[in-house]
């Protein structure tokens, strides 16, 4: 997967979804437009899913080591989500929103960063 230029946004979900797509407490997401993302190439295990909005996405996983590579969310067509830890790059921009913060654990505290706070 190549994505060119700058995500639209970067940001961090704690909605149970993630929790359970990551098996951690919250994840981490760079959303691109679509026009930005190229070469998907290789196979993928895709499984949708219904979030805390409702609205479902269609996760699509490494088929050999289980990891989330990205996925496309049924109410935003334009845009592809990629999971940020799949660009293995330290450099990768930081996230500037958190998202579904109702379901974020006690003591699972965001990085500290000016980020806009969603519940």
Known sequence: MVCTGEPVRVSICHCLE???RTGSVFGTQ???RRQDVSAIEGRSTAFSRVGDSGNSATLHFCPVCGSTVYWEPSTLPDFISVAVGAFADPSFPS???SVYEARRHSWA???MLELEHWD
């Open 109 to 111: 505290l965001p990085p």
């Open 18 to 20: 993630c929790q359970r």
């Open 95 to 97: 996230p500037t929103v």
């Open 30 to 32: 760079a959303r691109f």
